[in-house]
Nanobody
Framework: QLRLVESGGGAVQPGGSLRLSCVVS????????IGWFRQAPGRLREGVSC????????KYADSVKGRFTISRDNAKNTVYLQMHSLTQEDTAVYYC??????????????????WGQGTQVTVSS
């Protein structure tokens, strides 16, 4: 059974940065496409970014393009989400998710089979 554990969340001021980590256990992350999603209070869960397996291609939600970067380190079995220029609108619980596939993935919740428990990101002055 694949297990995903997120970390790196916390409280930060507007304009600040955070790096989230998603550590994968139970199999090698190199076989899995990984997505980052977030859910703010009272809102639906939304896709933030994803990275595919075959060519490490990446996708980003329009709201985070140019500010967030997703990357993977297969040696550490970890996927990262580097976040810069954070705003209050980025406040949410952030989840990583995985699916074993060679096709390019998108930011649709139904595409992913495994989910972590989430890490809270709070952007406030």
């Amino acid at each position: 059974q694949l297990r995903l554990v997120e970390s790196g969340g916390g409280a930060v001021q507007p304009g600040g940065s955070l790096r989230l980590s998603c550590v994968v256990s139970g199999n090698s992350v190199e076989y899995y496409a990984i997505g980052w999603f977030r859910q703010a209070p009272g809102r639906l869960r939304e896709g933030v970014s994803c990275i595919s397996v075959s060519d490490d291609s990446t996708k980003y939600a329009d709201s985070v393009k140019g500010r967030f970067t997703i990357s993977r380190d297969n040696a550490k079995n970890t996927v990262y989400l580097q976040m810069h220029s954070l705003t209050q609108e980025d406040t949410a619980v952030y989840y990583c998710a995985a699916v074993r596939t060679l096709r390019k993935v998108n930011l649709y919740i139904y595409e992913y089979d495994y989910w972590g428990q989430g890490t809270q990101v709070t952007v406030s002055s």
